[in-house]
């Protein structure tokens, strides 16, 4: 790309070009690298898969038949780790597995801004968006926010660089790479993340670059419109199914309810409690301040553009989940925490540039410290919900085992609370009468029952399923199992 370009993309000043020296790239190959081992080390390879993971892994394993699979969800994270899934059962080879190849997209997501802005600025970017408990968390896990968060920092690099040269294919090809990364994964969040892109293309009449957004939308959304169509009734059926498993989409100010998640609440819903520790949550106060910081830094910079761009798809990644739904996880904003990182790193690079002498002495010291703190407490709050989490999953990996040595192995079926998880745990079928996840009836259980190891999880005190009351109660903890009686299969499980 010319120097020209470029100069026309942030203004008047005049940036160095994408293929400047290769030394460039270290560090964010650096940053890409410890982001891969603070994986492998704080979140460590050995956690065992969550309830959403067991669904997504499910749909193509080696270890357990395929989980009913909700309207909102789409197969682009089942698809990328098939690789492994489809051929064994290891949670470790498994979060190895995704944990380099987060690192990896992270640098090539990085790479794609190279020449917009520095690379001290774009390494920064990389380092706070890695830094997070939130990123480190899902990173190695089977979930597809993460992908759609790099997914959606590529894009917009791509899309600020074909936009500065016509001639550069490259970046046509991975803004339609990108997006259609972004839409396998989850199409909605695609298309709001895309929004920004798709205003100015129409308002500069940028007509070259609608094809491959468009195309890459597509191509990435395709099989979850043709599923839509398949097994839902069709695309609105589909839409209006997703709103209602997610709580019914419409004007909610979940800004609180983000606010308390940021304490470790992997799923805050119904999201009500003490607010956490403020000292969890300043960082997410701050972090608009910053960004405007950055904005204004890239006006003076001349880096307009390339600036506003990141910004408004970060905006309107975030808007659904902050004013469009009932409650809150933290994964929702990584697409929104991933593109703002570029100006946010920007303007702090600014705040301890432009002051000089002791001033400046002053400023990397108050920064220094603020970023020093600011790692503290993710990485505290990112051990806690480790702790929590690892917990929550040795549980079912317990009440699994005690159901193995209850001669419920696979080919089994398993019903009640938390039947998917621990349906996988165990190498069963799962299965539901009522719910988001109803994918059968009492009388299919109770037939299913005849010819195969059939068993309910309850709590203990709650009442059983009309077709598990008469079977065997098992107490195991603070759970009630039921396991149908040998003779209903004609003798022995």
């Not at 002051?355 to 108050?366: D, E, F, I, Q």
Request: proline share 6%; aromatic share 8%; glycine share 8%.
């Amino acid at each position: 790309m010319s120097g020209s370009a470029y100069a026309t993309l942030a203004g008047t000043r005049r940036l160095g070009p994408p293929t400047e020296s290769g030394r460039s790239e270290y560090p964010l190959a650096v940053v890409a690298g410890v982001f891969i081992l603070a994986q492998l080390v704080l979140v460590r390879p050995g956690l065992g898969l969550g309830w959403d993971e067991t669904v997504y892994v499910s749909q193509i394993s080696a270890h357990a038949p395929a989980a009913f699979f909700s309207a909102p969800r789409s197969r682009g994270i089942s698809l990328l780790v098939a690789p492994v899934t489809s051929w064994s059962s290891s949670t470790t080879l498994l979060r190895v597995y995704l944990a380099a190849l987060s690192g990896l997209a992270l640098f090539l997501a990085l790479r794609t801004w190279r020449g917009l802005f520095p690379t001290r600025v774009l390494a920064l970017a990389g380092a706070l968006f890695a830094s997070l408990w939130v990123t480190l968390l899902y990173g190695p896990q089977a979930m597809p926010n993460y992908w759609v968060a790099v997914g959606a920092l590529a894009a917009a690099g791509c899309f600020l660089r074909a936009r500065a040269d016509r001639s550069d294919r490259v970046a046509l090809w991975g803004l339609a790479a990108s997006a259609s990364l972004m839409a396998w994964m989850r199409p909605t969040d695609a298309v709001w993340a895309t929004l920004p892109m798709l205003a100015l293309i129409v308002a500069g009449r940028h007509w070259r670059l609608l094809v491959p957004l468009l195309a890459g939308l597509a191509s990435g959304a395709a099989e979850w419109v043709i599923e839509a169509y398949v097994s839902y009734g069709g695309l609105t059926q589909r839409l209006h199914a997703a709103s209602a498993i997610e709580g019914g989409l419409g004007w909610h100010i979940a800004i609180v309810d983000q606010l308390r998640s940021q304490g470790g609440r992997t799923l805050c819903r119904p999201c009500t409690g003490a607010m956490p520790n403020p000292a969890v949550d300043v960082w997410w106060l701050v972090l608009p301040v910053l960004a405007v910081v950055g904005l204004v830094a890239a006006v003076r910079a001349r880096r307009t553009a390339a600036t506003l761009v990141p910004l408004a798809c970060a905006a309107t990644a975030a808007f659904p989940y902050l004013f469009m739904i009932g409650y809150a996880a933290p994964r929702f904003l990584l697409p929104a925490y991933a593109l703002v990182a570029i100006p946010v790193a920007g303007g702090l690079v600014h705040l301890v540039t432009k002051p000089s002498g002791a001033w400046r002495r002053v400023a990397v010291t108050v920064l220094a410290v603020g970023l020093a703190g600011h790692l503290a407490v993710q990485l505290t709050v990112l051990e806690r919900t480790v702790s929590r989490t690892n917990a929550q999953h040795r549980d079912w990996s317990r009440t699994a085992a005690e159901l193995h040595r209850l001669g419920v192995r696979k080919p089994c079926l398993l019903t009640g609370q938390d039947a998917i998880p621990v349906a996988f745990y165990t190498g069963c079928a799962s299965a539901a009468t009522q719910g988001h996840n109803a994918n059968s009836t009492q009388a299919v259980i109770a037939r299913t029952a005849r010819h195969m190891p059939v068993a309910d999880v309850t709590p203990t005190g709650s009442r059983p399923p009309t077709y598990a009351r008469d079977w065997p109660v098992h107490r195991y903890g603070t759970l009630d199992l039921r396991v149908a009686p040998s003779g209903e299969r004609g003798g022995g499980a």
